[in-house]
C-alpha cells in the first residue's frame, strides 16, 4: 500500500538531486521510453514514431535549440559590443542583432517543429458530423420557453409597457434611414450633359484648345491622319470637375477609312472627336495605335475602333465613346456644334431616362 505523502517532494538524501531542465520522475514515466511501450500495444488511430527516425528528430531538434542557445547568447554579446555612435555603427549594431534574434527564432521554431513532428506520436482524428437542425423535443422546448417568457413578462397584461417599449424602437428602425443623407446630394441631370452643351455656356459653341497650352486648334492646322490630340474646352481648361466629363480625343481619319458607325455630319474634314473618357469605369481611353486606329482604354483593355464611331471591338467596355459633333468658327478654329449625343462615361443608374431625354429632344447638332 502506498502512502499519499509519498508524492510529497522532501530533502531525502537517498533521493537524487534533480539537474535543471529535467522533468520530476512522476512525468518522467510519459516520455519517449514509455512511448516505445505504448507502441508494442497498437492503439487505433495513433501512429507511434519509428525509435530510430525519434532519435534521429531528437537529435536535430536538440542541434536547433544548441543554435538557439548560441544566437541568443550572440545577441546579447552584439547589444554590448556595438555601440551606435555613428550611421556606420548604428548598421552594424541593427544588422548583428537583427541577424542574431532572427537566427535564434528560427532555430527554435525548427526545433520545436522537429519535436514535435519526429517524436511525438501521431493521431488520425476524426470529427462526427451531426444533423444541423435540432430534434423535435429541443424544438418543442425552445417553443415552450419561449411563450412561458412571453407571459411571464406580462407584455398583455401591461399595455403602457408595451407601448412605450414599441414607441422606443420606433425610432431606431429609421436611424438607417437617415444616415442615407449622408449619401451626398443627388447628381440630378449633372451626368447627361457636358459643359460642351451651348445651352449651359449661353448659345455659345466652344472651340477645341489644346490640353495642357490652351491653344485653340485650327482646322487647316490638323492634318496628319494617324494623329491624335487630347483637348479641353475653351474657358474650362482649369475646371476639373468639368473636364472629368468634358475631355476628348481628336484624330484625323482618311475618308476611305471610314465605317458605317461613324457620323460624317459631326466630322470635319476628316476630323473626329470622341469621348476621352472610357464607357467602362471612366479611364482617360488615350492610346492609339496609328496603323488599326484603335483606341485604347489602359486600364482594362477595352479597345475602340476610331473609325467605326468607336465601336467596341474588345474588353469590358459595352458602349461605344461617344462622338462630340465638330464644326468651325468663322475663323477657321474647331467648336463643337452641340453637346455628346448620349451621356458619356460609365453606366449609372438613370443612364436609360437620360438617353431617352436625349432622343426625346431630337438629338443635337
Ligand atoms: S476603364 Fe477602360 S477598360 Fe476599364
Redesign the pocket.
Known amino acids: 500500500m502506498t502512502d499519499n505523502n509519498d508524492d510529497i517532494e522532501r530533502p531525502d538524501e537517498r533521493v537524487p538531486k534533480r539537474v535543471i531542465g529535467t522533468p520530476s520522475a512522476a512525468v518522467e514515466t510519459t516520455l519517449l521510453g514509455e512511448q516505445e511501450k505504448v507502441e508494442e500495444v497498437a492503439v487505433p488511430g495513433v501512429k507511434m514514431p519509428d525509435p530510430q527516425q525519434a532519435r534521429r528528430a531528437e537529435r536535430i531538434a536538440a542541434f536547433c535549440f544548441l543554435i538557439t542557445f548560441l544566437s541568443a547568447i550572440g545577441f546579447i554579446a552584439s547589444y554590448v559590443a556595438f555601440q551606435v555612435h555613428t550611421l556606420d555603427a548604428t548598421q552594424i549594431s541593427n544588422l548583428s542583432l537583427g541577424g542574431t534574434l532572427a537566427l535564434a527564432l528560427l532555430s527554435l521554431a525548427t526545433g520545436l517543429v522537429v519535436w514535435v513532428r519526429g517524436v511525438m506520436p501521431k493521431y488520425s482524428l476524426v470529427q462526427e458530423r451531426h444533423p444541423m437542425a435540432s430534434d423535435a423535443p429541443t424544438k418543442d422546448y425552445v417553443s415552450e420557453t419561449f411563450i412561458q417568457g412571453a407571459n411571464e413578462s406580462g407584455i398583455t397584461k401591461h399595455p403602457l409597457l408595451r407601448r412605450t417599449l414599441l414607441l422606443a424602437a420606433a425610432p431606431l428602425g429609421l436611424l438607417p434611414l437617415v444616415l442615407l443623407k449622408d449619401l451626398g446630394p443627388l447628381p440630378e441631370t449633372k451626368l447627361r450633359h457636358t459643359v460642351w452643351d451651348p445651352k449651359i455656356n449661353g448659345g455659345k459653341q466652344l472651340r477645341l484648345v489644346v490640353e495642357g497650352t490652351g491653344e485653340p486648334i485650327r482646322a487647316a492646322d490638323f492634318n496628319s491622319p494617324g494623329g491624335l490630340l487630347s483637348v479641353v474646352p475653351e474657358g474650362y481648361e482649369h475646371d476639373l470637375t468639368a473636364l472629368a466629363k468634358a475631355t476628348v480625343i481628336l484624330l484625323n481619319l482618311r475618308p476611305e477609312e471610314l465605317k458605317s458607325g461613324i457620323n460624317r455630319n459631326w466630322m470635319h474634314n476628316g476630323i473626329v472627336a470622341y469621348s476621352k473618357i472610357?464607357?467602362?469605369?471612366?479611364?482617360p481611353?488615350a492610346l492609339y495605335e496609328q496603323t488599326t486606329h484603335h483606341i485604347l482604354?489602359?486600364?482594362?483593355?477595352?479597345t475602340f475602333d476610331a473609325t467605326d464611331g468607336a465601336r467596341v471591338i474588345f474588353?469590358?467596355?459595352a458602349r461605344p465613346l461617344p462622338q462630340l459633333p465638330l464644326g468651325v468658327d468663322s475663323e477657321g478654329y474647331l467648336i463643337a456644334k452641340g453637346d455628346f449625343p448620349v451621356p458619356v462615361g460609365?453606366s449609372f443608374w438613370e443612364r436609360g431616362d437620360a438617353e431617352a431625354e436625349v432622343r426625346n429632344q431630337g438629338g443635337h447638332a
Open positions: 472610357c464607357t467602362h469605369v471612366g479611364c481611353a482604354c489602359p486600364c482594362h483593355q477595352s474588353g469590358p467596355a460609365p
